[in-house]
């Protein structure tokens, strides 16, 4: 069975860090990219971050560069998001998504992604 299953969200003060995982499970990690997408109440779906498959380039929204890292274990079949200075505007759920498609400039198109995961809350408050 394919899936992605998601952990480490919780609650967590303003300027504080967390860190989520991404376990893939029924495939393995080399050729997807993977991204991790966010939805907070009453918005849109966005982007977050993603690893490109192919060369491995990493991409980041706008309003988490230089706060949130990206990175994959191979061995672990795994993704992290490292989310540091973390600000009341993180607040949502997140998800993790993987597809074969070369992504590139569109990474953040979700319909691109064919498996998700169940997502996992991150509240950031005081």
């Known amino acids: 069975q394919v899936q992605l299953v998601e952990s480490g969200g919780g609650l967590v003060q303003p300027g504080g860090s967390l860190r989520l995982s991404c376990e893939a499970s029924?495939?393995?990690?080399?050729?997807?990219?993977i991204t991790w997408f966010r939805q907070a109440p009453g918005k849109e779906r966005e982007g977050v971050s993603c690893?490109?498959?192919?060369?491995?380039?990493?991409y980041y929204a706008d309003s988490v560069k230089g706060r949130f890292t990206i990175s994959q274990d191979n061995a672990k079949n795994t993704v992290y998001l490292q989310m540091n200075g973390l600000k009341s505007d993180d607040t949502a759920v997140y998800y993790c998504?993987?597809?074969?498609?070369?992504?590139?400039?569109?990474?953040?198109?979700?319909?691109?992604?064919?498996?998700w995961g169940q997502g996992t809350q991150v509240i950031v408050s005081s």
């Open positions: 690893i490109s498959n192919g060369d491995g380039t990493l």
């Open positions: 029924g495939f393995t990690l080399d050729y997807y990219a």
């Open positions: 998504a993987a597809t074969r498609q070369n992504v590139e400039d569109t990474w953040y198109y979700a319909e691109l992604y064919s498996v």
